[in-house]
């Protein structure tokens, strides 16, 4: 699906925000207590520069995990970077510090299996796949919701009358927000008679589909 939130607009085709994070590491931190100040500064600093929460950012032991919260955002690519004073070396004397990439984050390949997202180690590029080198990792799939109150408002044009008074809000026919709705497609297929006319004495039949969204 595609979403016109203005916070992700900017001056080319599509849409995006980069998001920036740094944070120190002390010599005695262990990947756990660099994992936990990250996730106290992304926290903290994030509502600065967004005013809402627009991801989820949690620690998973030494790892920092990012979600995003709603089923339009994907991450394209993160990079983990570390500042070093002498990367960029002026003349004998003098030097200017620079961010040098340590890892990459790069969507991976992914199938859906039963319902559960199982995700492969293979990035899909414009020759064929190949495997995740050693400085990178996997961003792993976000799917987009089926079936929830944000899907139906979207994809489905509840223009009726019932829908759409002034009292519409209170009709049971709009849909519940946080529920969710199993899609039932029925076909109905009836003799017609009296419409066949390619040949002499041909029989008929429509077929009409009937879709259903029913709250679990």
Excluded at 6 to 27: Q, R
Excluded at 52 to 58: E, Y
Excluded at 67 to 80: D, S
Aim: proline share 3%; with cysteine.
């Amino acid at each position: 699906m595609n979403s016109q939130d203005s916070f992700y607009a900017n001056d080319f085709v599509y849409k995006g925000k980069p998001l920036f994070i740094e944070f120190p590491i002390k010599a005695s931190d262990s990947a756990a207590d660099v994992a936990k100040r990250v996730v106290k500064i992304a926290n903290k600093y994030m509502l600065f520069v967004a005013q809402d929460k627009i991801i989820n950012v949690r620690a998973d032991g030494n790892k920092v995990v990012f979600e995003g919260i709603n089923g339009y955002q994907l991450f394209k690519k993160a990079i983990l970077q570390k500042y070093d004073p002498e990367a960029a070396v002026i003349d004998c004397c003098n030097s200017n510090g620079e961010f040098i990439d340590i890892m990459h984050g790069v969507p991976v390949v992914y199938s859906v299996e039963d319902g559960e997202v199982v995700v492969g180690d293979q990035v899909l590029e414009f020759d064929g796949l190949r495997e995740l080198e050693d400085n990178e990792v996997a961003i792993e799939p976000g799917l987009e919701a089926f079936c929830d109150y944000d899907w139906l408002i979207h994809n489905l044009r509840l223009s009726t009358l019932a829908n759409t008074y002034f009292w519409a809000v209170n009709k049971a026919e709009m849909p519940i927000p946080g529920g969710k709705y199993v899609q039932y497609i029925v076909r109905i297929c009836a003799e017609r008679d009296g419409i066949g006319g390619e040949v002499v004495g041909q029989r008929a039949k429509s077929v009409t589909t009937h879709v259903f969204y029913v709250l679990d």
